[in-house]
């Protein structure tokens, strides 16, 4: 199944500064192509978990002994990693948001590109689509995903013109959508415009900023000490998140500092943020939003 270049290939897992008879984790393993390159640093007693809970990436899993694909959501990362014997690992990388393949595929609903059925299930298992997003939620839940997921400044509007045209017949398919919100799409911006849209749905179909704060608050106890996160972000509601928690171990607000003005935090960030090159982008052009954090276990 084709899967694109995966992004910052080589920075993301120098990141987790491999330990060949460690044990590691890809937490969105897509195509492979991050847990080829872990795998390529490993001795015969390394081992790699890697976690996707898209059934078309389980066509892609790896023939090594070393190696172990769990169909799951990495929101789970704790319970599935200890159900297979791994308390601790010594790394964790993890590259968020769609895959390529996902984008690429018209029908699965991700991409502005394509006509679709509205969609955007990352696990095709899950009740929730963008469908039921659009035609179900009420006004206030709709203005709401707008504002909080797309950040876009329209979004009362938006969700009152939705709300009024499906009083006459439901929203099925990204063109029918786009028409509905053809006021609120300039030629100019059109196209980041609609991005923001789909963003918001689709953040909200997969529970995204849930399933990550769900997911960074395990990482300190997976890790062992010494241990390495490698994540990338592709906007800056999950860059955010990662970056205040590797700062404060917390998500809102400051953590609790002693008589002395001090704080312990779990984790350490190691080097600044790391950015693709040009030349990345050129090749790659989902690379040109990816931003790389690395912290370490204190």
Avoid: C, W
Wanted: hydrophobic fraction near 40%; aromatic fraction near 10%.
């Amino acid at each position: 199944m084709e899967y694109h270049n995966p992004v910052l290939l080589k920075e993301t897992v120098d990141g987790l500064n491999i330990n060949p008879d460690g044990v590691y984790v890809d937490v969105t393993f897509g195509g492979g192509g991050h847990s080829k390159e872990i795998l390529s640093r490993l001795s015969d007693k390394g081992r790699l978990f890697a976690f996707d809970q898209d059934p078309d990436a389980l066509e892609n899993a790896i023939d090594d002994d070393r190696f172990t694909l769990i169909h799951e959501n990495f929101r789970f990362v704790k319970r599935f990693l200890r159900f297979h014997g791994a308390k601790q690992v010594d790394g964790i990388l993890a590259d968020f948001g769609v895959s390529s393949h996902q984008f690429d595929v018209a029908e699965r609903g991700f991409s502005t590109r394509f006509e679709a059925d509205l969609d955007m299930r990352m696990n095709q298992q899950n009740q929730l689509s963008a469908f039921h997003v659009v035609n179900e939620y009420d006004e206030a839940q709709l203005k709401q995903v707008f504002l909080q997921y797309g950040e876009l400044r329209a979004a009362p509007a938006m969700a009152r013109l939705i709300v009024e045209y499906r009083e006459n017949e439901p929203i099925v398919t990204s063109e029918q959508l786009k028409k509905v919100l053809n006021k609120f799409l300039p030629p100019r911006f059109e196209n980041k415009v609609l991005a923001q849209i789909y963003q918001a749905i689709r953040i909200e179909v997969n529970q995204e900023i849930e399933v990550l704060k769900e997911f960074l608050l395990q990482t300190p106890e997976v890790l062992k000490v010494g241990g390495r996160l490698s994540f990338i972000s592709y906007h800056s509601l999950e860059d955010r998140l990662v970056k205040r928690f590797i700062r404060n171990g917390m998500f809102e607000g400051e953590p609790e500092r002693d008589m002395f003005g001090n704080f312990e935090v779990p984790l350490k960030k190691v080097n600044g943020l790391i950015v693709p090159t040009a030349e990345e982008i050129k090749i790659n052009n989902r690379a040109r939003s990816a931003k790389l954090r690395i912290a370490e276990k204190l």
